[in-house]
């Protein structure tokens, strides 16, 4: 049997995530088992016939491997889990009454201002005041249409899957204020909302916040900064429900 | 390429790029989250993309190089503004290679040619690009990003309109950068290639201006486009943003920012608006006439996107998956296509489509894995390939990890290596086929039209002698007639600048942006006159300076307090003698400024005129401080009016005699027309029966002033004194 040039690694640990590791690791014994076959050096294999003995059909079979034993997918893009509803988890896109339950959010019962500690999230540009308004998922494409065509209701705060600014694009500028449960004060939703001037927490983890509810966001906070991130400084920024 | 040769010096010259790359890899990155989009799978189409990078830049970059060379499109770059290259293009495609390496199908001595050939393309584009600073990207000039020549700064700089937060401007300037930015992500599928920063550049102690490029927003090279961009009449936007009391600290080589405090609306006081593209010969201004049509056009312009935006993402909302996938893996790997659009050899078949070789690797690009293995390439680090022995600490992490594989130099003796992935293979996608309409300034054309345009075109600045005019050049060259064209070039269609030519500093600039017809400035010429004029009227208070200096009051204020402050000049009293050393630099500074009026033979021979007429007048001036009585020469008392009106009827005669020579002096030295006004007017007072204007001392008399004059022409030729 042929061995990868990568196979002897002095200092080589598996990739760091199992799925990574799993295909990655496929797809060097595909190319071992084809190396062998093929009966040629090394050069003469990838030169000449590496693009041939390696079809798209192999990879296609690699990926099956997988989702053959149950293994789905976490989906990112809508359309992902739309066309294959087989090979992706189900991400409550068009659930009922759905929320974020991030494990890492922070809650506390009512303070003495009737506030309900609901999240936490970085602050995208330091604001005079914290603002308030209506808490409104917008996670489909489906709804964006919805209101691109009827309007976005007043006061809403926009909760987005992660830096998606694309899937908001028509209506962004119509939001009271952004809540992303991904990505960084530098990320692309970040710098849109600093354009238009919207309060934006970016990264944000959340719970028990569901659509509609009255909610306060921090966003009078210390905004994060690109040090922050580099030098893991906390610059916390609360969510709370009214 | 000529025959490859593997020599020690390029294995280690092609390491030292892929490290400036890799350390960057992690920084850049370290600061945002792998990319997760609803409407796009970003991470998936970001790997596919790096795969078709190295399947096919080796090849593209082979195509153009035969049209242009890679410096020269560095050049090009620079005078039209590029969307984001510098780090996507090398890495893309080196992360290409990383992902391969991980997967087995090629090993580091795989394909050596096209790295070391992939590297050299881009070291040599970049240092063209950063010609005007030096470095290779902006990670090695410390995050900064100074791209742009004097001469097209001061344009932008002069240009821009002046708004605060609040007026017309600044409101539609602001709505327009926000829906261009939104735009342009949706654009280039959830990513930030089509935008692009550069500067900051400094203006005043407390502005700075940053210039923007939007790329791509009309009817562009991507198909998505067709029936989309049509209404936006620009496929470029620049847009010149001049920001107060805020620092630019970071720009990167993803051309974003970081500033402190940080950026908000309100720091923008100045805004101006251009147009650049490979037919354009520079940029073009746009609604730049006045503030009101500045602001009308950001009005038009954002309704205009606005609409496209909505339409735009309709289409992209309807997409399938791998449309999704193919759009944004061509938009990132297609981010040097602008490369091809200069050298007129674009074609969609090498830039739109996927290249079959990397297309069969599309089934495992799913979300999962995209997110997690684009994640351990760039973030984490910490695929088997980018791991080190235990002693290395990475920049930034201190890991035992690089973030790419190294050529290892062992192939220099076992020879076992390839040189590269061959020539183009045919490639697929599943999105419509462009149309044929790619606009441009010149119009909407055709493909054919504009490749045959672009390979046909160069821009005034990139022709000779111009493209080799630098910085450096104009620095020593700024008073020729070649370095008044250079900057005329980008001053033809400058509102305040047009046909100003080369010398006008950056406080020229903002002067004539206050409003001011006054443009000179205190410059080595200036502080030369009034060294000078101290020099001539030793004790002289700041009006006597100024006046013999020739210059205006407020540059002669400037250069006397700078020159006390400085050691050049003491003061006392108000009056002023230059100290030992500022006598000694003035000393050495008069053969710099008048070697031609010291060959200048008309000067020289009134000069000589003068020497012989000197004698005459120093007789005169005897005559008139002495009278001979009784045989004995006493102390004129000017008892004898007759006597005194005899000596003065000679400095008469005299003067009529003088005048043709202190004409020949004006017309070498117009300063010297001083002498003119002053000599005249001592000796109309002096006939008018004021005794004094002969020759006192204390006065600007006759005696004074052409003692003074003689100074002058003794320092400007370099002359001693006859006594």
Redesign the interface.
């Known amino acids: 049997m042929a061995t990868?040039?990568?196979?002897t690694?002095?200092?080589?640990?598996?990739?760091?995530?199992a799925?990574?590791e799993a295909?990655?690791g496929a797809?060097?014994d595909l190319?071992?088992r084809r190396f062998a076959a093929s009966g040629l050096s090394?050069?003469a294999f990838?030169?000449d016939t590496?693009?041939e003995t390696?079809?798209?059909e192999?990879?296609?079979a690699?990926?099956q491997q997988l989702l053959a034993s149950g293994y789905r997918?976490?989906?990112?893009?809508?359309?992902?889990a739309r066309?294959?509803p087989e090979?992706?988890k189900d991400s409550g896109l068009y659930q009922e009454n759905f929320s974020f339950e991030h494990p890492a959010a922070p809650t506390a019962p009512a303070d003495a201002r009737g506030r309900s500690l609901s999240g936490v999230g970085d602050n995208v540009?330091?604001r005079t005041e914290n603002l308030v308004g209506i808490a409104r998922y917008v996670?489909?494409?489906e709804k964006?249409?919805e209101y691109?065509t009827g309007g976005v209701p007043a006061d809403t705060i926009a909760i987005?899957?992660?830096?998606?600014?694309?899937?908001t694009?028509?209506i962004?500028?119509k939001f009271r204020g952004v809540l992303c449960a991904?990505?960084?004060t530098?990320?692309?939703l970040a710098?849109?909302t600093?354009?238009?001037?919207i309060p934006c927490l970016m990264?944000v983890r959340l719970s028990g916040i569901k659509d509609g509810m009255r909610i306060e966001i921090e966003c009078a906070a210390r905004?994060k900064?690109?040090d922050d991130?580099?030098n893991n400084v906390d610059a916390p920024a609360y969510v709370w429900r009214l | 390429m000529p025959d490859f040769k593997l020599t020690y010096a390029q294995l280690l010259e092609t390491n030292n790029l892929i490290q400036q790359n890799a350390d960057e890899i992690y920084w850049l990155c370290a600061t945002r989250t792998v990319q997760e989009s609803k409407i796009f799978p970003v991470s998936a189409y970001i790997l596919f993309s790096y795969l078709n990078a190295y399947y096919r830049y080796p090849a593209l970059l082979r195509k153009i190089e035969a049209q242009m060379s890679a410096e020269e499109i560095g050049d090009r770059a620079r005078n039209q503004g590029i969307k984001i290259v510098a780090w996507c293009f090398p890495c893309f495609y080196l992360l290409g290679r990383e992902m391969l390496i991980n997967w087995g199908v090629i090993k580091p001595t795989d394909a050596v040619e096209d790295v070391s050939y992939v590297l050299d393309f881009w070291k040599r584009f970049q240092l063209a690009w950063h010609r005007n600073n030096g470095n290779l990207t902006n990670r090695q000039a410390g995050h900064r990003a100074q791209i742009m020549p004097e001469q097209r700064l001061q344009v932008f700089h002069a240009d821009a309109f002046e708004c605060r937060a609040g007026d017309p401007l600044h409101k539609a300037a602001q709505a327009f950068l926000a829906t261009v930015a939104q735009y342009g992500f949706l654009v280039s599928c959830e990513s930030r290639l089509t935008l692009h920063n550069h500067g900051p550049y400094k203006l005043t102690d407390k502005r700075e201006m940053l210039v923007r490029d939007f790329n791509e927003l009309s009817e562009a090279t991507v198909p998505w486009l067709d029936g989309i961009g049509e209404d936006i009449p620009y496929n470029n936007l620049t847009v010149t943003m001049i920001i107060e009391g805020v620092h630019i600290n970071l720009l990167d080589d993803w051309g974003s920012f970081e500033s402190t405090p940080e950026l908000k609306a309100e720091h923008m006081v100045g805004v101006g608006l251009y147009t650049a593209d490979t037919l354009s010969d520079g940029h073009q201004p746009v609604g730049m006439g006045s503030t009101e049509e500045l602001t009308a056009t950001f009005i038009d312009l954002t309704e205009r996107i606005k609409r496209a935006t909505t339409r735009l993402w309709h289409v992209m909302a309807g997409w399938t998956r791998d449309q999704q996938l193919d759009a944004g893996a061509l938009t990132y790997s297609g981010v040097i296509r602008e490369f091809a659009l200069i050298a007129g050899v674009y074609d969609p078949a090498d830039w739109m489509l996927i290249d079959e070789r990397a297309e069969r690797f599309r089934p495992l690009m799913n979300d999962e894995y995209g997110n997690l293995f684009l994640g351990e390439l760039v973030g984490y680090i910490s695929t088997p390939s980018q791991r080190m022995h235990g002693y290395a600490m990475m920049q930034h992490t201190d890991n035992p990890t690089k973030s790419l594989s190294y050529f290892p130099y062992a192939m220099l003796v076992d020879q076992e290596y390839t040189r590269g992935v061959g020539p183009m293979r045919p490639g697929i996608s599943n999105l419509p086929q462009k149309n044929n309409r790619y606009r441009t300034s010149q119009g909407v054309l055709t493909l054919e039209e504009y490749m045959q345009r672009a390979r046909e075109f160069v821009p005034a600045a990139c022709t000779e002698p111009y493209r080799f005019l630098c910085a450096d050049w104009v620095k020593y060259h700024y008073d020729t007639p070649q370095a008044g064209n250079l900057f005329k070039i980008e001053q033809r269609h400058s509102r305040l600048l047009r046909d100003k030519g080369a010398g006008l500093s950056r406080e020229d600039v903002e002067t004539l942006r206050a409003g001011s017809k006054k443009t000179r400035r205190g410059g080595p010429t200036s502080h030369h006159q009034i060294m000078h004029a101290a020099a001539i009227k030793k004790h002289g208070d700041s009006a006597q300076i100024t006046a013999i200096s020739g210059e205006t009051i407020e540059i002669a204020a400037q250069e006397i307090a700078w020159a006390v402050a400085n050691g050049r000049l003491a003061e006392a009293n108000g009056r002023y003698l230059l100290t030992p050393a500022g006598q000694m630099i003035l000393a050495s500074e008069y053969s710099r400024f008048y070697s031609a009026l010291r060959t200048n033979a008309n000067f020289r021979d009134a000069y000589a005129r003068f020497e012989r007429i000197n004698r005459e007048l120093k007789q005169i001036i005897t005559d008139w401080q002495t009278i001979e009585i009784g045989g004995q020469r006493m102390s004129n008392v000017h008892a004898d009016q007759a006597y005194d009106a005899r000596v003065i009827a000679r400095l008469g005669d005299l003067h009529e005699r003088f005048e043709p020579i202190l004409a020949q002096f004006v017309i070498g030295a117009a300063r010297l027309r001083y002498y003119d006004r002053g000599l005249a007017n001592a000796l109309e007072r002096a006939e008018a029966g004021d005794l004094a204007w002969v020759s006192e001392v204390k006065i600007e008399s006759y005696h004074t002033l052409w003692f003074e004059l003689h100074e002058e022409l003794l320092r400007l030729l370099g002359e001693q004194r006859e006594e």
Do not use: M
């Open positions: 990868l040039y990568t196979d690694d002095k200092y080589a640990t598996q990739s760091t995530f799925l990574v295909y990655n797809v060097k190319v071992r090394w050069q990838v030169a590496a693009y390696i079809t798209r192999d990879i296609a690699v990926e997918f976490e989906p990112s893009a809508i359309s992902s066309e294959r090979a992706y540009v330091t996670r489909t494409s964006v249409l691109l987005v899957d992660d830096s998606g600014g694309t899937l694009a028509p962004l500028e991904g990505g960084t530098r990320s692309h710098i849109l600093r354009e238009y001037g990264n905004s900064t690109g991130y580099a």
